[in-house]
Nanobody, 127 residues
Framework: QVQLVESGGGSVQAGGSLRLSCAAS????????MGWFRQAPGKEREGVAT????????HYADFVKGRFRISHDKGQATLYMQMNSLEPEDTAMYYC????????????????????WGQGTPVTVSS
């Protein structure tokens, strides 16, 4: 009964900001790892940012370059990603993902190692 529902996507100009949210339900005592992935048309799904929900452990893809910040509100069972200084290359469908298991570093950005996925929220950045 685990469900992940993303929101907060939209269309912005280059340099703009968006805040994505992922509301989780049916997770029981929680998922150890959650994260954001994105997929542009014709491209593979790639990890953007992940975290350990037990505290700390924020991990970012190199292309983030300090522009995004992932966070998790355990009490609200919600994952967030603040996205600043957006660029046209950030245009993609953004997905929330969760793993029921602890993930080693080589799995943090591996989509196949996550168990649950939201339906995605689109982000379009125009130049």
């Amino acid at each position: 009964q685990v469900q992940l529902v993303e929101s907060g996507g939209g269309s912005v100009q280059a340099g703009g900001s968006l805040r994505l949210s992922c509301a989780a339900s049916g997770v029981g005592y929680g998922m150890p790892y959650m994260g954001w992935f994105r997929q542009a048309p014709g491209k593979e799904r790639e990890g953007v940012a992940t975290l350990y929900t037990g505290g700390g452990g924020q991990h970012y893809a190199d292309f983030v370059k300090g522009r995004f910040r992932i966070s998790h509100d355990k009490g609200q069972a919600t994952l967030y990603m603040q996205m600043n200084s957006l660029e046209p290359e950030d245009t993609a469908m953004y997905y929330c993902a969760a793993s029921r298991n602890y993930l080693s570093p080589d799995s943090w950005f591996t989509a196949a190692d996550y168990d649950y996925w939201g339906q995605g929220t689109p982000v379009t950045v125009s130049s």
